[in-house]
C-alpha cells in the first residue's frame, strides 16, 4: 500500500496531527511524519513534494495555521491528492487558514477538511487509498458501522436515562 | 476505470458544474450527472450514494449552495471519496456554503474545494483515481505541465510588452 | 398534546439540550430525547423523522454543531415544523452552525433560533403547540408575565441600589 | 383555520414578501398583510402584535432589513409563533438582519428563515398551522412530494442530456 | 443639568454598565439605572422613553447583547439622543450585537460605540450635554489633558526604561 | 444655534453627503461642509477640529471609508460631540469603515450610525443641538410623525391592494 | 537605484497592476514586471526571488487573490522586503487574498497593503528606496503635498458649492 | 545606520512590543520605544512622526488595537516606512485592528503585518534597513539559515521520534 505523509508547518502542530497519525495507525496505513514549512525550509518542502510519488506516497496530509500555505505548497510540487487541515489560532478561530487553505487557484486543488479536523484528513486519505484496495475497503465499512453503533448506543443510554425521569 | 458521479442540488448549478464535467471529459474518465437533493429527494439521494460502488463509482462531486448539505449526506452514506464544491449564492458569498461544506464532523471527511471551484474538484478526483491508474497519472502531469507553459507564455508576453514601453 | 422530539447530533450536546428538556417539562409537554446523527446514522435519523408523526410527534429540535445538518435533515423527511439550534464550536463561534441551520433551500425550512439557544428552541415549540392548546397558551401568558415581573423586580433593586449610592 | 399576517418594515419589503403571500394562498390559508415599523410606528406595530390573537391569527411573519427589530418585536407583545425573514441588504449581505433577527434573549424565541427566506416562512408557517388541521397536513405533503417529482424531472432530463452527449 | 438614563437589557449589563456610571459621576452628571428589557418588558420599556423629556432626561445610554434591540426600542420612542453599547456576548464577540445596534434604518438614529464601551458611552454623553453647559465643557478639556498628560507619563516612563538597558 | 460641520475624507464622498447636508437644510440647521482628510491633510483636519468650538460648531458629522480615521480624528482633536458615517466600499461591503469608526479606544467616543447613514447622522445632530433648543425639539417631533403618518400611509395603501386580491 | 519587481499570480492582474506600474513610472523607479505563479509555476517563482538581489531588485510586490501564496512564496526565497496586494474576488470581497496574505508565520513577513491597493504598494516600496536615495525621497515629499494640495482645492471647490446654495 | 522607532497607542502593548525590541536589538539596529496615541495625544503623534527623518529615524513600527489609527497617523505625517502591527482585542479577535491598519486610502499606504505580529514587524523593518546596509542583510541571511535549521532540526527530531514507535 502506499504510504501517506503528514507534513506539518511547525513542531508545535504535532499534539493536533496525532489524532491523524493514531488514525493511520489503526487502519494499518505506513505513514511518515514530517516537519516542513513552505515559508522557512520552501525548497526542502518543494523537495519532499517532488519526491512523494518516488517515496512511494500516495496521499500528502498538510497541517498549517494562519496564512496555511503548506498543502498549497505541497499541491503545486506533486500531482498526487493533497489534503488540507486548517489549524485553529488564536485569534480568528482558524478562519485565516481555512481561506488559505481552501480557496486555492483553477488547476493546483487542495481537499480541505474543516479547522483541526486531524482524524477526518487521515479517514479521507483512507478512503483514497481504498478506491485501490479492498481490503482497506472493508475497514473503512466497519469503521462507519462502528460509528453508527456507538451513537446507537448513545441513543439508548439516553432513552433509558430519560425514562428514570 | 472507475465513474466520477457529479450530483447537483438543483438542475441551476449545471453551468458551474459544466466546468467540471468537461474536466473530466478532457481527463477520459467516465463520469455520470444527477439532480439530487439532500432535502428535496433525500431517499434518492440516500440511495445514490449507497449504491455508488456497486455503480462502479469511485468519487463523488457534489455542489451545493446555501446550508450545502449534500456532499454531506454522500459522505454518510458511502465510504468513496466526497468532494464537496460550495456554491456562491447571492448574499454571503458562499461563505455559508462553504462553512456547510467543510466543517463535517469527525468521522465523516468531505474534501472541499474553494467555492465555485469545480475544475478543481474534478481535478482532485482525477488526482485520486491517478492513484492507482499510471495512464491518468501521467496525463495529470502534462496537465499540470500545459498549466506551466501558459504561465510562463504569460510572462514572456508581459515582459515583451514591458520592453516596449 | 403531541410530543416535542429533542433530538441530538452527539450525546455531548445533552448539557445544552437540557435547557430544552427542562423548558418542556416545565410547561407539561411531553417531550423525547434521542441521540441521532445525520451523519454517522443517516438511516436511524430518517426513519426517526418519516415517523414522527406516528409517533405522535408534533414538533422536533434538533441541535448541531459545526456543518449542521441534522435539522435539516429532520425538515427533509417530515413535514412537522423543525426547529433548528446551531451549537457554538470552539473555532468560529457557532457561526458555521448557524448558516448551516439557517439558510436552507427554497421549500424546506428550518426555524432557526440563536446560537446555543436551548431554552428558547424549547419556548417555540411550546408557541406551535400552543396554537392549537388553551392551556398551554394560558401557561404562555403566565410564563411571558413572570419573565415582565422578574425584570421588573431586578428594575426595583437597581434603583434602589442606585438610591444608596 | 386561523391566519397568517405577514408583517413588513417598510413597503419596500413587498416585492420580497409576495413571494410569502403566494405560497399562503396557493395553500389556501387566509392572510393579512400590513406595513409595521418597530421603529417609525412602534405603538402601531405593538398593538398589532398584542392584539394577534383577538384577531383570529395565528403566525405572524415578519419581514426586515439592517438592524432588524420587527420579528424581535412582535415576539415581544404576543405568544403567538413568529417567523423573522432577514432581508439582505446592499452592503453586508444580510447578515446584519441575520443576526438581528435570529439572537434572540432567553425567553423570547423567533424562528428565523435564510436571508430573504419569504417562501420558506409561508411554508414553516403552514407547517405550524398543519399541526391541527389534517388537511393542511396533507396539502404540505402533496407539495412535498411535487417538489421532489420536479427535482426527479430534472434528473431525468440531466441523465438524457448527459446520454446525448 | 439634564439627567443621563442608562438602561439595560438585563441586571447581568451592571458590572458593564458601572463604568458608565462612574464616568457620569466623576463628572457631575446626574443620572438614573434602570433594567428595561425591549423584549421582556417591552411596555416599560417604551413608557420609559416616550417619558424621558418629561423626566427631564437628556440623553439615553443603552447596553445590551445579542440582537440587541434596546438602543433602537428608545430611539423609537423619544427623541432625545440615543447612545448604544453593543455587549460582547460568549459566541460572536460582539458582532451580532453591534449590527443589531447600529444599522438602524433611515429616520431612527442610535449613536452607536464599540463593543463594551461603557465609559465611552458616557463620554459621548457628557459631549452632548456640555453643548449647551460651559462648566461641563470645561470638565471635558480637563478630562482630555489629563488623558494626554496620562499618556505622556507613560511615554516618559518608557523612554526611561529603555535608556536603562 | 450652533452649526454642524459636515466633513468628508474626498469629494466623491459628496453624493452621500447630499443627504445629509439635505436633512439638515429641512431642518434649519447651519452647516457647512469641508474635504478634509485624516491622512491626506492631516494638520488641516486637525486644526478644523480644534478650532471647531471657536467657528460656533456644536456637531461634526465626518465621512470615511476604509481605514476610515476622520471620525476618530476629529474627535481626537476637539471635545464636540462627532459623529461617524462608515461609507461602504467594494469589496468589505463597509465592515472595515464600520470597525475603524465604531472601536474607538476608551477616551475618545464617536458616535457611529449605520453604513452609509448619511441622513441618520443629520438626524442625530439636530437630536443632539434639540437638547437645547426647544423650536428644532418641536420640528424632530414633527419629523418623528411624519415618518409614522408615512409609514400608516403605506400600511393602508397595502391592506386595500391586499383586499381587492 | 534598485529596482522593483511587480509579480502577478496571473496575467489576469495586469489591469489592477497597473497602477503600480505607473505609479512606479512616475517616480522614475526602475521596475520588471512579471507573470509567476506560486502554484503554476513554483520552481520559476522561488527561483525569481533567489535570483532577486543578484537583479538588483530591492523590493518585491506581489499580486494575488484567493488563497493568496505568492508574496508569502517570494518572501521565503529572499530577504528583500516584499509587499503583497490582496487581489478582491468575486465571492469574499478579497478577505481570503487579505488573510492568506497578512497572517504569515514568524520569521518571514509580508508588508501588507489594502485590498486591491496597487497604487499603495508602488508607493510603499518608493519609501522603501527612498531610505537611501535623497532625490527620492525629495520626489516622494512633492507627492505628498501635491496630494494635499489636491484634497485642499477639493475642499475650496466644495465652500465655494456651498456658498451658493 | 538609521533607528527603528516603536511606538504603541498604550504602554499595555508593551509585553507585544517587547517581541520587535528584542528582535531589533538581537540584529543591533538601534531603537526607540514611545507610547503615543492617535487619540489621546495627537499633536505629540504628529509631531514625532514630523520629526522622525530628523532624529534619524528610518521605519517605524506602529501598535494598535481596535479602531487602530496610529500607524495610519505615522503615515500621514512622515515619507519613511510605517509598519502597521494590529494587536488583538478580547471580541473580535483583532480583525477590526487589522482593517482599521491595512484598508488605507489611496496616497498613504501602511505596511501592515500579522495581528500581534511584533517580531514580523521588526523583521520586516531590517529587511528595509537592509537595502542599504550590506552587514544587516548578511546578518537576515544568517537568521533565515538558522531559521531553516531550526525547522530540519525539528524534522529530524520527529522522524526520530515516529522510528521508535
Known amino acids: 500500500m502506499k504510504k501517506v505523509a503528514v507534513v506539518m508547518g511547525s513542531a508545535s502542530d504535532l499534539p493536533l496531527a496525532k489524532d491523524a497519525l493514531k488514525t493511520l495507525a489503526a487502519f494499518g496505513v505506513p505513514h511518515v511524519a514530517r516537519v516542513l514549512s513552505a515559508h522557512r ?3 526542502e518542502a518543494a523537495a519532499f513534494a517532488k519526491g ?19 498543502a498549497g505548497a505541497m ?3 506533486s500531482v498526487v491528492p493533497v489534503i488540507g487541515v486548517p489549524v485553529c489560532g488564536k485569534d480568528l478561530g482558524g478562519l485565516d487558514a481555512l481561506l488559505s487553505t481552501v480557496q486555492m487557484p483553477k488547476g493546483v486543488p487542495v481537499a480541505t477538511v474543516g479547522i483541526d479536523g486531524a482524524a477526518n484528513a487521515a479517514l479521507l ?7 485501490s484496495d479492498e ?3 472493508q475497514k473503512l465499512k466497519l469503521y462507519v458501522q462502528k460509528l453508527a453503533e456507538q451513537s446507537a448506543e448513545a441513543d439508548e443510554a439516553m432513552q433509558k436515562e430519560m425514562e428514570q425521569l
Chains 1, 2, 3, 4, 5, 6, 7, 8 share one sequence.
Open 135 to 137: 481490503e482497506l475497503n
Open 75 to 77: 499541491a503545486a510540487n
Open 52 to 70: 512523494a510519488e518516488a517515496d512511494e506516497i500516495g496521499v500528502i496530509i498538510a497541517f498549517a495555521g494562519k496564512a496555511a500555505h503548506l
Open 125 to 131: 486519505a483512507v478512503r483514497m487509498l481504498a478506491l
Open 41 to 43: 525550509t520552501p525548497d
